[in-house]
């Protein structure tokens, strides 16, 4: 038999990731919310990925933007440097690929102007009828993945020795850095000026007899769910598996964890390594989306909104956390409006922040858990007590005292 | 034991995941075949992608334009307001200072166009947008003013990263886009039929200063330019470098990220060089920052000829951050103050009194006109149809506060049948650049000598020479 | 060109068998059941210094890491790399150009102790609460927007800046008292979970609110304070030679090659009238040493009496209103903006976990050591295009390395 509970925690989730699915109903006319939905769930998957990292194995990293940075960085450097030839070119630096060159682009920096690059020297001596290819951006998107699981590895490994404070700022100062190096290396990220990246679908796309071209919102709001969903399933997974088991024990007492065998090490490093890689296919989705990254997604503020987001949403939840970034992010967007109260006119894109700011130490100081997180912990568990009640009185019929705690094994944590 | 397994589980699920992503999607982003390219280019659309680079990643173009025709019926559909969008960075890391000058001056023209009765008879709504500098909130902005509140064109943008990305979103939906402030060259030779400017092309603006510091009479054979790393700064500074290269005389470039605050370390340095003279690119308050600390460090404008950063055109500003940047020469775009025409000389009365400011700088005349250049266009064209008004500003002949504006090389005077580079399309050809100098601390920049070029000469230079 | 490559050789080399040294050395040491507290930083600089001629003996003696190896290897690395840079740029100017050096040295010093005065804030507040205040640069913020609307207003206009400098200080203790009370001291009762996470996120949020809160009242424009006050002129020994000194209203020289602005020497002038006052406040006032008794010994200091709960808010505001003095001081050297406190906090950081979290020496320390780099990284990078372009990131590399290294820092409490 099937518990209400198991029910509830299945069902609730799928019936919105439904939802979500058939949502472009209603809001696939208007451009603008279905901009906010996608950039919404970006959001979302960091912010959970954030909660796994700092809420379940208490990483509090200021580097999650770091990473997804460079994931959408690599795939925007693969996109720009990278093209297949069927011919050589004689003058860029080439390596035979499959009957096939693969070329590496030289780096021109940016410059007004019209440099030429080796490609287009190349363009006027080869033979009419020659390809030259762009390769998929979906290759792109597996290079900035690895990437950001490498650097995920990287880091999870450099810090294992530090704690809560220090661990902050040896995070900061590595997300520092890369925002120097990117704004200064300028020949090849083009600094400030940002890389362009090309759309998730360049030539449009049919789905369901229906054509789509490049700019529409449709094909990159489902991919970006899909990317949603499935790294909302896998964190769900990690957290119920014993590895979210271990990383909480990891988190309230490292020695005693591992004393008790917790390979802290692997533990640890695992987290960083995948939570990563999340935020680097998100930054990668949303590069490709919006079509230009720039190194100021590095600046602190924007990690800050990360982090607010899973701290009001709720940071030992993953679920709070997502729907904590999507309510933030729409909250933020439509507070923008300034409005008149009288003969004071109040400029809504500063003071919205200040609100933002005074909302978030409010949270922390009397919702611990946040806003959302007691909110689905009151839906599970109101079923849960009727659940206990109900096994509760079956067990006085059937008069076995045992089973009354039955139902206390499907609460959540 | 059996945690280690979960986690090969995981990985083995992660992998197979990737490969499924990979194999499914295999398909190249673009492609070109080498041999067809001259029979593209015949074609308008796709001439406009001069860079090869560019027509790489340019997605196949939206043959059915029908979000133009919805967004267009929908704004007509909204009955009384007219609205009209406003971009301009309202919080860091955007310049807060000019967008809020340009927000100001946008504010100015509503008003007017409403107190004159609206346009067609109804009144005239202004949409704020804040791009915070970012070229992702940009874009985002762009979508919001467009598909969201339903604008009929958009005026106003400042930094030129925002305006390249920003521009597609337009592109995309067919709304027309005037720019005020974005100088980058790439925002028009991309050749869009709806994107406008009236800012000078960074490109001339380059030109400018290499004109006047090559006819200066004076012996200058090592410059130094010091920039800040973005998409304004750096072109304009290699262009210079290569101007002046040209010209025989000697420069060093010096980087700077956009946020810098303690210029001492670099100030020594363009000191050793023992520079000629020193060309400030860097915007805000860096380049206060810089000026000042140069001065405390005796290579200011007082001591080396300086050329500094249009932001000092706010004299309140300038002043109480430069107190020692007496004689710095500065660029100012627009007609010189004694050839103000009505307009701008009502507009600045307009904008002192609503402001406090000593008068209005360049990009608030600027933000002005384009949004008043979009109404007119808008009266000319009759309607509020995106298409109606780009046809109408191409045809534009407007008495703004910067001059009389039109957009000579258009649809009907292509680049190609101009003979001009593509960076001309729908470009302003004439904003007066002119070079003035304050002469006196404090003085009001109206009140400050214009030194260059000789037909707007109202003044002589001061120039120092570096002891 | 080909001696370029000769430093590019040596950083690498030194990296490398840095790393080599980091790593292995503490397994060594654990293999024999050896202290391995300062085996990772110890094994490092051997490496770096070294190479493999260091830390083959190294690994077979293992010797215990007095701090006296540690500052042999340093000088040695030091060496290396100096030697390296002057052989493969003779016409730096750092290399060529004695005046230049002594000149970014002084800046160095001069900034380093502004520096450290803000810096000595955080460090008190972490001595004491044990948290680190991301709201730290927002105080610093604050205190010079104070100093520059009472100058700019006509009320305190001519006040002086003394006085200016008072009005600073009491807005940012007060700001820093009320925040202290109302959202940290439940943490010292107990009613918080994970508190060193909570005080991140709740002087995040803090950060936030002030920052925004100030664009929002003040808006967004540059501004600054007048000079403080002005040089006397001299010229000495005389005017027509004044190769000894030599100043103007705005300007200080030194034979004729280290410059000064006035600016930044007011400003270091008065960061150490502070730290003397500090100094003193700490040890001679009964409440200073209270607040040192309490950092010790939390326990203790409440059996003698001592109310713990008041001694946080005041190291709080304390150190609120040192990082709002030193914004205060500072605002006549810089252009102001809401946005100022964010590379001024993140250097504070740099300086506490360089200086060792928590110790007063440490800070004034750290503050010179990371306005040194800061000043000679900008002045001896060769690439103008680069130097100036990474400021931001000396400080971070400094920090990520103390982390990895030695997380105690220079003067820290062994962990």
Known sequence: MMKRSTLLRIGLPAALAFLLLIAPLWIGGSPYIMHLAITAFYYAILAASWSLLAGYAGQFSFAHMSFMAIGAYAAALYGTYIRITTVATETCREIPFFGRWLVILDPIGISQSSQTNCLDLARQTMPAGSMIIQPSIWWGLLFGVVAGGLFGLLIGALVLRLRSTYLALFTIGFSEILRAVISAEIDITQGQSGLEMAPLFPNGITLFGHSYSASDKIPPYYVMLALFLVIMLILSWVVSSRIGLFIRAIREDQEASAALGVHVVRYKVLVFTITAMMAAAAGVIQGHYIGIITPNILIILQMSLVIAMAVIGGLENIYAAAIGAVILLFGLELLRNSFTIGPVTIDMTTWRLVAFGLVLMITLRFFRNGLISPLIDRVMRRNVARETVALRNAATAAATPTATTAGEGGSDE | ??????????????????????????????????????????????????????????????????????????????????????????????????????????????????????????????????????????????????????????????????????????????????????????????????????????SEVTAVDLNWLTSLPYEIGNVVILTENTDYGIPAAQETAAGLEAAGIASETFQTDIGTQDFSAIIDRIRAQNPDFILVLNTGEAGFNFQQQAAEQGIGPQDVPMLCNQDGLESNAYWTNVPDGNLCFLRRVGLPVELYNDVAKSFVERYVELTGKTTAESYALEAYDSIMIIAQAIEEAGSTDPAAIIDALENISYEGALGTITFPVNSKNTPEQAGMDPKWWHQFPDPAITIVQYQEEGQDSLDAPVVFPEIYQTGDLVWVTAE | ????????????????????????????????????????????????????????????????????????????????????????????????????????????????????????????????????????????????????????????????????????????????????????????????????????????????????????????????????????????????????????????????????????????????????????????????????????DRQAASVAGINPYRMNTLAFALGGMLAGLSGATLVQVFTWLPQVGIPAAARSFVIIVLGGMGSLPGAFVGGIIVGLVEALGAGCVPDPARAAAYIPAYGMIILTLTLLLKPTGLFGREL
């Open chain 2, 1 to 202: 034991m059996s945690s280690s397994k979960s986690m090969r589980w995981l990985i083995t699920v992660l992998v197979l995941m990737l490969a499924l992503v990979i194999s499914a999607c295999g398909a190249p982003a673009a492609q070109e075949t080498v041999g067809d390219a001259p029979a593209a280019e015949e074609a308008p659309a796709d001439a406009a992608a001069s860079s090869d680079a560019a027509a790489e990643e340019a997605p196949a173009e939206a043959t059915e334009a029908p979000a133009e025709e919805a967004s267009g019926d929908a704004a007509a559909a909204e009955g009384d307001v007219i609205k009209i969008g406003a971009l301009a960075p309202l919080s860091a890391p955007g310049t807060v200072v000019g967008g809020e000058a340009m927000v100001d001056a946008m504010r100015i023209a509503a008003d007017e166009i409403n107190a004159n009765g609206g346009l067609l008879g109804r009144p005239v709504e202004l949409v704020i947008e804040d791009s915070e500098g970012l070229p992702e909130r940009g874009t985002a902005a762009m979508e919001k003013l467009i598909n969201q509140d339903q604008v009929v064109a958009v005026g106003g943008g400042y930094h030129s990263s925002v305006g390249v990305a920003a521009k597609e979103v337009a592109h995309d939906n067919g709304i027309p886009v005037v720019f005020a402030e974005t100088w980058n060259d790439t925002i028009t030779s991309a050749m869009y039929p709806e994107i406008f400017r009236i800012a000078p092309l960074n």
């Open chain 3, 1 to 296: 060109m080909a001696n370029q490559q000769i430093f590019l050789l040596a950083l690498l080399w030194v990296v490398f068998w840095g790393a080599i040294g980091s790593l292995f050395t503490p397994r060594i040491y654990s293999r024999k059941d050896l202290d391995i507290s300062r085996a990772t930083l110890g094994g490092a600089l051997v490496g770096a210094a070294l190479g493999p001629i260091g830390l083959i003996p190294l690994w077979i003696y293992t010797p215990r890491f007095t701090n006296r190896i540690y500052a042999a290897a340093s000088i040695i690395v030091l060496g290396i790399l100096i030697l390296a840079f002057a052989r493969a740029y003779p016409d730096n100017l750092c290399v060529s150009d004695g005046g230049f050096v002594a000149s970014q040295v002084t800046n160095g010093i001069v900034i380093g102790l502004i520096y450290s005065l803000m810096a000595l804030g955080l460090t008190l507040i972490y001595s004491i609460l044990g948290i680190v205040s991301f709201a730290h640069g927002e105080f610093y913020m604050v205190g010079g927007m104070v100093v520059y609307f009472m100058s700019a207003s006509t009320l305190f206009g001519r006040a002086g800046a003394w006085v200016w400098l008072l009005g600073a200080a009491v807005v940012t203790f007060v700001i820093g008292a009320i925040f202290e009370i109302l959202f940290l001291r439940p943490m010292g009762e107990g009613k918080i979970e994970r508190p060193k996470e909570y005080a991140i996120l709740v002087t995040f949020g803090l950060s936030f609110f002030l920052q925004y809160l100030v664009q929002g009242l003040a808006g967004a424009n540059p501004v600054k304070a007048p000079r403080f006050f002005d040089f006397p002129v001299i010229e000495l020994p005389n005017a027509e030679d004044p190769y000894l000194i030599k100043t103007t209203a705005g300007n200080l020289r030194l034979f004729d090659a280290v410059s000064i602005p006035n600016t930044r020497f007011v400003s270091a002038m008065i960061s150490v009238l502070l730290l003397f006052a500090l100094l003193f406040f700490l040890y001679r006032t009964w409440t200073g040493r209270g607040l040192r008794a309490v950092s010790e």
